[in-house]
């Protein structure tokens, strides 16, 4: 009985710590709309329709009313989206991937996008 519910526990375990973020298998390729930027000093800005971020294979698009559009080059590892910007390279943290929310941490602050 002991090793049962260990087991049990054991598999709870493991649901719980990777359920949130999926893998790298997981697809974000897709045209995300941006609906707000939330800022380490606990600020957020609200965006209005049309601001989305367009991820493919090899590339980001970030089309942003306020600042225009914007071409990086990426690559993924993990949960970790490696950007080129000119000859800065930067790191987008994932926190939350699934089939209707994205949530990455950026340089900016937290992208809150949706599908």
Known sequence: MNILIKAICLVFFITA???EINNES????????????LYDDGSAKLLENGNYILIEKNSI???????????????????????TSGETSVEWKILL??????????P????????
């Open 108 to 115: 900016i602050g937290k992208y809150i996008l949706k599908r």
């Open 17 to 19: 710590c990777t359920s």
């Open 97 to 106: 991937l699934d089939n209707h929310n994205l949530h990455i941490q950026t």
């Open 61 to 83: 698009y970030e089309n942003i009313k306020q600042y225009g559009s914007r071409h990086y080059p990426y690559y993924r590892n993990n949960n970790i989206l490696y950007i």
């Open 26 to 37: 997981a697809e974000i390729k897709h045209k995300w709309q941006l609906l707000k930027v």
